[in-house]
């Protein structure tokens, strides 16, 4: 699975969009761009996943780049309750594989009121 | 709930002795994977089971890790002859399919003293 590379750590003021980027310039046609989120003293969470198009649900919003070597995690308007690691990944999405989940270091982001 | 639970959610082990870490993954989920984070580091992948095949071990970092699904639905994660080097938090998640969002438990804490 492709590398992904995130910065270690971003504010957002509470109410604010929070924007997390995400580098995977090796990705392959296949590979899918996920993304979870660990609040402190839980297990992951997912968030949103997307191929190529731009996904939106009642989470967050992922826009990819056109060349799909760079995505963008939003969050619209950030609450306290955001503040945690968010884990890009990138995988291939079938049942032919394992489906195994490669975290990398994530970013830290830490809304302030 | 209907989410994944781990028990004990807290372990503490002396060094040398064995410990059974317990996983209920949410039910009529075919995949099921065990990830071991160290503290500060995203979490990193052990083994997954496809109802009760165990399809891949690699991420296993030794053969005093053992896990088994015998009925395809709760699954154990056994360390034998803890070491320091254990410590760590156990996450357990499962999935519908190999390819589908994982739903992870709250993990458990072990620490090895």
């Known amino acids: 699975d492709a590398k992904t590379t995130q910065p270690p750590s971003m504010d957002c003021a509470e109410g604010r969009a929070a924007n997390l980027p995400c580098n995977h310039s090796t990705i392959s046609g296949n590979e899918y761009v996920y993304w979870y989120r660990q609040i402190h003293s839980q297990g992951p969470q997912y968030i949103i996943h997307?191929?190529?198009n731009n996904e939106t649900n009642e989470m967050a919003s992922l826009i990819i780049t056109e060349d799909r070597k760079s995505s963008t995690l939003i969050l619209p308007h950030a609450t306290l309750r955001d503040t945690a690691v968010y884990y890009c990944i990138v995988r291939v999405k079938t049942s032919s594989n394992t489906g195994k989940l490669i975290f990398g270091q994530g970013t830290t982001l830490q809304v302030k009121p | 709930g209907a989410g994944v639970s781990q028990s004990p959610r807290y372990k503490v082990a002396k060094r040398g002795q064995d410990v059974a870490l317990r996983c209920d993954p949410i039910?009529?989920?075919?995949?099921l994977f065990w990830y071991q984070q160290a503290l500060g580091q995203g979490p990193e992948f052990l083994t997954y089971f496809q109802n009760e095949a165990q399809l891949d071990k690699s991420g296993l970092p030794s053969d005093r890790f053992f896990a088994e699904r015998p009925e395809g639905s709760v699954s154990t994660l056994k360390i034998q002859r803890t070491q320091q080097e254990d410590s760590a938090v156990y996450l357990c998640a499962s999935s519908l399919a190999a390819g589908n969002e994982q739903f992870f438990g709250p993990g458990t804490r072990l620490t090895v003293l």
């Open positions: 997307g191929l190529k």
């Open positions: 039910s009529g989920h075919v995949s």
